[in-house]
């Protein structure tokens, strides 16, 4: 009888462990951890929360290629005048430009 509830004691005590052991968020709480910012990609694989496919077609879905953001280009013809009055075209552009475009109102336009 001794030996029983023994046995009965271990065993509750093993399915009371298994139970309190942490469970794996499922891959829609992981992608909205990685999306919030409180997980990263590399310790969801490294916690075993996702694969390595899983994160692969994550970084391919949400990716954007470098020559997609550029636009080379893209300024049109236009005409506008320097601070120093001089007349400006598109064609005076060099091939790689920042341009800053000042109100000649403002009294700290000249300052700039």
Same mark, same amino acid.
């Given at each position: 009888m001794k030996q029983n509830a023994i *046995?009965?004691?271990a065993l509750a005590l093993c $399915?009371? *462990?298994s139970a309190c052991g942490s469970k794996a968020p499922s891959p829609e709480e992981v992608e909205a951890a990685i999306r !919030?910012?409180?997980v990263t990609i590399e310790d969801a694989l490294d916690k075993g929360w996702i694969t390595q496919e899983w994160a692969d077609s %994550? $970084? @391919?879905e949400r990716s954007v290629p =470098?020559? !997609?953001k550029m =636009?080379?280009?893209k300024v049109g013809a236009f005409e506008t005048e320097t601070l120093t009055g001089e007349t %400006?075209?598109?064609a005076d552009l060099p091939d790689t430009a920042f341009l800053v475009? $000042? !109100?000649? @109102?403002d009294p700290g336009a000249a300052d700039f």
């Open positions: *046995l009965a004691g $399915l009371t *462990l !919030d910012g409180s %994550y $970084l @391919e =470098a020559a !997609d =636009a080379v280009n %400006y075209t598109g475009f $000042l !109100d000649p @109102e």
